[in-house]
């Protein structure tokens, strides 16, 4: 069992334990799975609006972003931006549950397990976040109900202005409310993956962590997502290294084929920062994107027509393209999904004197044929 400091010295463990072949595979697996997923909703929903298959494929490649689409298709995007969370959510449940067991001295923890507890808690990983939004949404209806009797004539402005202080104090918890139902996302995967909590007690230690340790909450929050965002900027550097020395080594012999493959590839990914993206935020993303993997991220080089093996090569070094940058994104969720295990554990001990390492894990019941045969085997013995 590895011995924690129980401060934030055992957030910088989130490098180490993110560094590990086995929970980059399941990121890895995990982001492919969310993105075929979103790859299929996305163009369902430029299909129904009117675009031809081929102007989505030229305007975004793979991942399209809806601009100016009808509300019926902005549905369509927006369930497959919450299969995407969910499967992200899920897989880092199982990371986090691996996290957890290694921590706990069990190093070889089985991936096929760590799955099988995420799915086996599947509903409090979706309804957690979910029943926090369903109360703001409650909030905001009664809200509406108000604006509605306002809308009386002379009644309405009275009957409105006697609900002044409590309107305020609703608006005031909604924010409270998104504050909780960020730590959640941020949370509810380590939560489920070292303890296997339900819906309810997810909420509770969500609530417990912002009311009881707010400073220390934001403080390892922050520090885990500098060490994610220091990591997967350095696998980056080091990986369009590694594709240069590749392309170099490789085009001594296939000369400007090799060269051909690798461009073919690269025009089928492409990345688009939609126009409703807040200013700063799309400045900032393009800037940062473009200095870890270049500008043509945004404007990738165009198809070169060539013979059927060029084709299939690119194709087949495509397919590495995207697995390649899955790799990397994974990485970066790894090390945030480990560092949220260790912030958990560390909580937990300073708030309640729990050290979740040391506690054993309860056995799953058995089926009910399987009791009952051992109960007839006893019986006739």
């Known amino acids: 069992m590895a011995q924690l400091h129980f401060n934030y010295k055992d957030i910088f ?8 072949a086995k929970k980059i595979f399941m990121m890895t697996l995990g982001l492919t799975v969310a993105m075929v997923g979103y790859c299929i909703m996305s163009y369902i929903a430029f299909l129904v609006a009117g675009w031809s298959f081929v102007d989505i494929w030229s305007e975004f490649r793979l991942l399209p972003v809806p601009e100016m689409l009808p509300w019926y298709s902005w549905i369509i995007w927006i369930i497959g931006v919450l299969y995407v969370l969910c499967v992200i959510l899920v897989t880092g449940t199982a990371i986090s549950k691996v996290t957890f067991e290694q921590l706990k001295g069990d190093d070889f923890y089985q991936i096929s397990k760590a799955f099988q507890h995420s799915f086996r808690n599947i509903k409090a990983i979706i309804f957690s976040p979910t029943m926090v939004i369903l109360f703001i949404l409650s909030i905001v209806i009664t809200g509406l109900i108000l604006s509605l009797i306002g809308a009386i004539p002379y009644f309405g402005e009275i009957f409105t202005s006697i609900f002044i202080i409590p309107a305020f104090a609703a608006s005031l918890f909604i924010v409270y409310l998104l504050i909780i139902f960020l730590f959640t996302l941020f949370f509810a995967p380590a939560l489920i993956g070292t303890s296997g909590t339900d819906t309810f007690d997810t909420l509770f230690e969500v609530f417990s962590m912002v009311n009881e340790q707010p400073a220390r909450l934001i403080w390892y929050t922050i520090l885990t997502w500098f060490l994610t965002k220091v990591g997967a900027t350095l696998l980056t550097i080091f990986s369009r290294l590694a594709v240069n020395i590749g392309i170099n080594i490789l085009s001594v012999f296939m000369g400007g084929k090799i060269i051909d493959v690798v461009f073919n590839a690269a025009s089928t990914f492409k990345l688009t920062i939609p126009y409703w993206c807040p200013e700063p935020c ?11 993997a270049g500008s043509q991220i945004f404007a990738p080089p165009s198809y070169v027509p060539s013979n059927a093996a060029i084709l299939i090569a690119s194709i087949l070094t495509a397919i590495a393209y995207y697995i390649l940058i899955f790799f990397v994104a994974g990485f970066g969720l790894t090390i945030w999904f480990c560092g949220t295990t260790a912030s958990y554990l560390v909580i937990a001990k300073k708030k309640d004197d729990r050290n979740l390492l040391e506690i054993k894990e309860e056995p799953i019941e058995t089926a009910p044929q399987a009791a009952s045969s051992e109960t007839i085997t006893e019986s006739k013995t």
């Open 13 to 20: 463990r989130a490098l180490r334990l993110g560094f590990s």
């Open 282 to 292: 799309a400045l900032l993303a393009e800037r940062s994107i473009t200095f870890l």
